[in-house]
């Protein structure tokens, strides 16, 4: 297949993913515009950071004037799961040149992730790996150009429709719970358990710090369950 091709196709199937970031993205450029974050700003974090449900987190926690380093290290124990994704990605394209297999692992996401599991055969392919690209930066590009709009209208919008946004935040993270806790009730329990501890910890620690350590603490007994059920 022509490199042409495999890029055209990755494009192709990446039109789906495409299509539901884009008014998620414009919601949390609303919200983040709501945060006090400018149009740059909030463009800027989401060509960084990229993660859907980290960046509403880091967003709500701007609006409850939380510290840096509480959302920076809220945002990477969100996030760390896409260090394993990436590592399983990139022995997935052991037979591509290294820059290509680490350019590409930034720009990974939960649904890409699913797509290039479905989509193994593209690797072993002739110019397999521009495959991936059309994939990821469709994906990667309405991310982007959403975020930019929706923290252009955030100032433009009624201050009654912009504020009703903010229950994205609580339905995107419904959204990514329900369907894991439908496969497997021990998430829902350890989003429960994450829950009780930030109320306990909210009595002795900052909000922010109530939030990071409950979510690192519930992680931990996630972890050891999981195991044990393993």
């Known amino acids: 297949m022509r490199s042409i091709d495999q890029l055209k196709r990755g494009i192709k199937v990446g ?3 495409m299509l539901s970031y884009f008014p998620i993205a414009i919601t949390y450029g609303v919200l983040a515009s709501q945060a006090g974050l400018s149009v740059v700003e909030l463009t800027s974090i989401s060509a960084l950071v990229y993660g859907g449900a980290s960046q509403f987190m880091a967003t709500n926690m701007f609006l409850l004037h939380m510290g840096a380093l509480e959302i920076i290290i809220a945002t990477f124990v969100l996030n760390f799961r896409h260090f394993v994704m990436g590592l399983s990605f990139m022995h997935q394209l052991k037979t591509v040149p290294l820059k290509w297999r680490v350019g590409l692992s930034l720009l990974m996401t939960d649904e ?3 797509v290039t599991s479905v989509e ?3 690797a072993k392919q002739p110019s397999g790996h ?3 690209f059309g994939l990821f930066f469709i994906s990667y590009s309405s991310w982007l150009i959403g975020s930019f709009i929706g923290g252009f209208v955030g100032d433009i919008i009624p201050a009654a429709i912009s504020q009703s946004f903010g229950i994205a935040l609580y339905a995107m993270f419904i959204a990514l719970l329900v369907p894991s806790v439908k496969m497997n009730l021990y998430y829902g ?3 429960g358990l994450a829950m009780i501890l930030n109320y306990g910890l909210s009595y002795f620690l900052q909000e922010g710090w109530s939030i990071v350590f409950a979510t690192i ?3 931990f007994f996630g972890l050891f369950f999981m195991r044990r059920k393993a």
């Open 189 to 191: 329990l350890i989003a």
């Open 120 to 122: 193994k055969k593209a």
């Open 112 to 114: 890409t992730f699913s």
């Open 15 to 17: 039109i789906p993913i």
């Open 130 to 132: 521009l495959f991936y």
């Open 217 to 219: 603490l519930a992680s």
